[in-house]
């Protein structure tokens, strides 16, 4: 854990150094990542002490202030702050992994929908008699291609008695 402290138009304490690092370092037991944490003590108007805290978790910035008399009050008061926080995105995050454990469960394996290899096709501008001169040379059972003329997107298939079938869409391509 690395907390860095800054004094703004106050004379910086050792002490208050010391109280802060005490304090925030029980932050840590929220996250399992080590806190970078940002400390910046100021004076506002000669007489009220004003804290801010800010750290990043993972992408997620959390921060808060606190104004008040007593310097040590204030960091008091923004350590609850902070620990609310921290509860609030850890329990968000448990939450999350829950849901998505779950959704994982819910969803139907290849096996049981039937889909055992699924593959994105390029569908290029070609006439039927050069798709199935294609199929034949690659050796698939169908190919998907695009008529230049209606731009709409066929499959040319083989038959099981040797023959050759078109299906054409009524629709245009993508």
Do not use: W
Not at 33 to 44: A, K, R, Y
Not at 47 to 72: C, K, L, P, S
Not at 114 to 139: H, N
Not at 145 to 166: H, P, Q
């Amino acid at each position: 854990m690395d907390i860095t402290t800054s004094f703004r138009h106050v004379d910086p304490s050792e002490e208050i150094r010391r109280y802060v690092e005490e304090k925030l370092s029980r932050l840590q037991k929220y996250v399992e990542t080590p806190l970078d944490i940002h400390v910046v003590i100021s004076l506002e108007r000669r007489y009220r002490q004003r804290i801010d805290v800010m750290f990043t978790i993972n992408g997620v910035v959390i921060n808060a202030h606190e104004v008040m008399d007593d310097i040590y009050a204030a960091i008091d008061k923004i350590l609850d702050k902070l620990e609310r926080r921290l509860t609030k995105y850890r329990d968000k995050i448990k939450a999350y992994r829950e849901n998505k454990s779950k959704r994982t469960v819910l969803t139907p394996t290849a096996e049981e929908s039937g889909i055992i290899v699924s593959r994105t096709v390029d569908a290029k501008p070609m006439d039927p008699e050069e798709a199935v001169m294609q199929l034949k040379a690659s050796g698939d059972m169908f190919m998907v291609f695009r008529e230049r003329e209606g731009d709409n997107v066929c499959i040319v298939y083989k038959r099981r008695d040797g023959k050759f079938g078109l299906i054409e869409t009524a629709g245009k391509g993508p």
